[in-house]
């Protein structure tokens, strides 16, 4: 069996860089298995990405980092189950007060408003046509109580309410074999999931939190709920989406976030 190591090179340490994107990657997925999983490809080969690479400066650093990534991007897309379903807790359990949390201060949180809102929806659909709240609000509505999980390390666990993603696409004639689906949002935020979270039975388009409407600093008029991602994947104040082939990144994705974000 051929090991591969990491390049030598002069005043970086590779095998710390290595060792470091191993962790990022481990603690990305949380079950024993799947780290397990992704360990031994990266022990067997998945480092194997990096050979060629001349990691002699930050640069050619965060090229090797990025192909890592990538690299994570495909094996968490491999193994994620659209069956298996995210823990959910008794309502006791809701974390008072929920934190709030975005790229900007509270003091920042966009105001919609709600008369004039529509959600556009564009793309590889039928139905093109733009939803209102009240349209929204009259397709079943389904409840979850779930853990959202930060990137930076926290967590906490809130009630949300809205529309099953899978029902609305399923409504607007979206095709399922498409790759992605974006979202453009009122903060100027903007990410892009895979169809598979997009079918998932617990992802939300999200139109209340803890029995009433949705707040403005937890996303008003619409987030979206995918307690299968991290929380950077579920854009909030949404205001319009787009069924897609054509990878479209995001706000943080597009600044080195690992683009599957699962939790």
Sequence with gaps: MRIFKAPKMTGVDAD????????????QLDQPARRAFLQRSLTLGGLSLLTGCSISDDSH?????????????????????????AETYPESMITRPFPFNAYYGEDEVREVDEAGYK???????????????????AMPQHDQVTRHICVEGWSAIG????????????????DTTARYVGFKCADDYYTSIDMPTALHPQTLLTLS????????????????????KLGYKNPKHIKAMFVTNTYSGGYWEDQGYNWFGGS
């Design 119 to 137: 959600l556009e929806v564009t793309g590889m659909v039928a139905d093109r046509r733009s939803w209102t709240l009240a349209e929204l609000r």
């Design 209 to 228: 939190y803890d029995g009433q409407p949705l707040p403005p600093k937890y996303g008003f008029p619409m987030k979206l709920r995918m307690p299968t």
């Design 159 to 174: 009630k949300w309410g809205g529309v099953r993603f899978a029902d609305f696409l399923r409504r607007i004639g979206a």
């Design 16 to 27: 710390a860089v290595v060792r470091e994107a191993r962790t990022l990657i481990a603690k």
């Design 61 to 85: 650093v965060e090229a090797a980092l990025s192909k890592i990534s990538r690299f994570n991007d495909k094996v968490q897309g491999l193994i994620f189950s659209p069956t298996q379903l």
